[in-house]
């Protein structure tokens, strides 16, 4: 085995979600590499673990089309600085923590250069755009898969794969008291919905109206049904309130968007975007419907390029698919009202969706950080 001195792990995340997975798998690293170097990108929770940060997960965040045009100088200038210096020092390994359209190229770039790599957290491939794996065999010496159907699938195309589990399905579990999130929704022995129509900007302008339209439907059938959006950030707060002034008297709550988990947890229902939130929602066994649009260009490409019918993860997990899904121009209230009636008024259609999911987080739930860091360990010993 390499001396421990020796070991240099650099790495790049570019989400805040990125930011998790690479401080646990920095504090996994370090219980086999006790005087390993850490350097890279990250957010605060790697920094909290010692990584030497080139720079700020930040500065290759991007958020929609104009943010990446405002940013791309940035971010092609930050990568050439990190093939060069990663060239010349040649790592132990390098990891791309997701943000794939970022790493995929400057992992295929070190590679060349001889530095091992790796990725964490597959791109959808399996789901669409295809044609990206081409890419993906140029620049990985491995895969690391949240998702067991993503192991098998890298298999059967010949890239070296470890599957290590998803950390929310260890971090989040259901409440035993769900007490104290309903008296804060003013829910106690009512019916609590939970609405989440997406984390950015772009798709509350979206799904914001649909979903304030189905309250608003929804209150004047089930006048004791309690309604609850939580506000991601400022910039959705905005969006949302803007279209409150749209509609009298809105019988909603909107809570603080640190609250989601907690309420996505003690929701009777959640109506949201797919996404993270779908995936949170089946691990605590929340029955949901999930509603999703984009912009008609992108949906365009998706259809010409997509090879799967559900967009949900928790479709993606089941034997068969149990969440409703209504994408496009599907999404819209007459639809939405029709799907969700026998939801609120049928609490056995409710149940069987939450025993369906609640084989999800099982399924999930490994060590992460420590699979991954053996996983990683084998790759550096190895030959090669």
């Given at each position: 085995m390499s001396s421990p001195t020796e070991m240099h792990f650099a790495m790049v995340a570019g989400e805040q979600s990125g930011d998790y997975l690479g401080a646990e798998l920095i504090r996994a690293l370090r219980s086999l590499y006790p005087n390993a170097h850490f350097s890279g990108v990250g957010g605060p929770q790697m920094a909290n673990e010692g990584i030497e940060l080139v720079a700020p997960l930040d500065d290759i965040t991007v958020m929609g089309f104009d943010g990446l045009w405002s940013k791309l100088g940035g971010i092609l200038r930050l990568r050439s600085k990190l093939r060069k210096r990663y060239s010349k020092e040649q790592p132990s390994v390098f990891i791309g923590i997701d943000a794939p359209d970022f790493n995929i190229k400057l992992e295929a770039q070190l590679r060349r250069v001889g530095v091992k790599t790796a990725h964490y957290v597959s791109p959808t491939v399996w789901a669409w755009r295809e044609y990206r794996l081409n890419g993906i065999k140029r620049a990985c010496d491995l895969m690391l898969t949240l998702f067991p159907f993503e192991e098998q699938y890298y298999r059967n195309k010949n890239i070296p794969v470890t599957f290590v589990g998803h950390p929310l399905a260890s971090e989040l579990t259901v409440p035993s008291d769900k007490t104290s999130m309903r008296i804060d929704a003013q829910a106690e022995g009512k019916m609590l919905i939970a609405l989440l129509p997406g984390s950015r900007r772009s798709e509350v302008k979206r799904l914001g109206k649909l979903?304030?339209?189905?309250?608003?439907?929804?209150?004047?059938?089930?006048?004791?049904?309690?309604?609850?959006?939580?506000?991601?950030?400022?910039?959705?707060?905005?969006?949302?309130?803007?279209?409150?002034?749209?509609?009298?008297?809105?019988?909603?709550?909107?809570?603080?968007?640190?609250?989601?988990?907690?309420?996505?947890?003690?929701?009777?229902?959640?109506?949201?975007?797919?996404?993270?939130?779908?995936?949170?929602?089946?691990?605590?066994?929340?029955?949901?419907?999930?509603?999703?649009?984009?912009?008609?260009?992108?949906?365009?490409?998706?259809?010409?390029?997509?090879?799967?019918?559900?967009?949900?993860?928790?479709?993606?997990?089941?034997?068969?698919?149990?969440?409703?899904?209504?994408?496009?121009?599907?999404?819209?209230?007459?639809?939405?009202?029709?799907?969700?009636?026998?939801?609120?008024?049928?609490?056995?259609?409710?149940?069987?969706?939450?025993?369906?999911?609640?084989?999800?987080?099982?399924?999930?739930?490994?060590?992460?950080?420590?699979?991954?860091?053996?996983?990683?360990?084998?790759?550096?010993?190895?030959?090669?």
């Amino acid at each position: 085995m390499s001396s421990p001195t020796e070991m240099h792990f650099a790495m790049v995340a570019g989400e805040q979600s990125g930011d998790y997975l690479g401080a646990e798998l920095i504090r996994a690293l370090r219980s086999l590499y006790p005087n390993a170097h850490f350097s890279g990108v990250g957010g605060p929770q790697m920094a909290n673990e010692g990584i030497e940060l080139v720079a700020p997960l930040d500065d290759i965040t991007v958020m929609g089309f104009d943010g990446l045009w405002s940013k791309l100088g940035g971010i092609l200038r930050l990568r050439s600085k990190l093939r060069k210096r990663y060239s010349k020092e040649q790592p132990s390994v390098f990891i791309g923590i997701d943000a794939p359209d970022f790493n995929i190229k400057l992992e295929a770039q070190l590679r060349r250069v001889g530095v091992k790599t790796a990725h964490y957290v597959s791109p959808t491939v399996w789901a669409w755009r295809e044609y990206r794996l081409n890419g993906i065999k140029r620049a990985c010496d491995l895969m690391l898969t949240l998702f067991p159907f993503e192991e098998q699938y890298y298999r059967n195309k010949n890239i070296p794969v470890t599957f290590v589990g998803h950390p929310l399905a260890s971090e989040l579990t259901v409440p035993s008291d769900k007490t104290s999130m309903r008296i804060d929704a003013q829910a106690e022995g009512k019916m609590l919905i939970a609405l989440l129509p997406g984390s950015r900007r772009s798709e509350v302008k979206r799904l914001g109206k649909l979903f304030l339209s189905f309250i608003e439907v929804a209150h004047e059938r089930y006048p004791d049904v309690v309604f609850v959006i939580p506000v991601a950030n400022k910039s959705v707060d905005t969006e949302l309130v803007a279209m409150l002034g749209e509609y009298d008297d809105l019988p909603i709550r909107l809570i603080e968007g640190d609250k989601a988990r907690d309420l996505l947890a003690c929701a009777d229902l959640a109506v949201l975007a797919s996404g993270t939130a779908a995936l949170e929602a089946a691990l605590v066994s929340t029955p949901m419907i999930v509603a999703y649009k984009v912009s008609w260009l992108t949906y365009l490409f998706a259809r010409l390029t997509a090879h799967v019918r559900y967009v949900s993860m928790p479709n993606h997990l089941m034997s068969e698919p149990v969440v409703p899904e209504l994408l496009q121009g599907d999404a819209n209230l007459v639809n939405l009202i029709n799907i969700a009636i026998p939801y609120i008024e049928d609490p056995e259609v409710r149940d069987r969706q939450s025993s369906a999911l609640s084989a999800i987080a099982p399924s999930l739930r490994r060590n992460s950080g420590e699979l991954a860091a053996l996983a990683l360990s084998e790759l550096i010993e190895s030959d090669g």
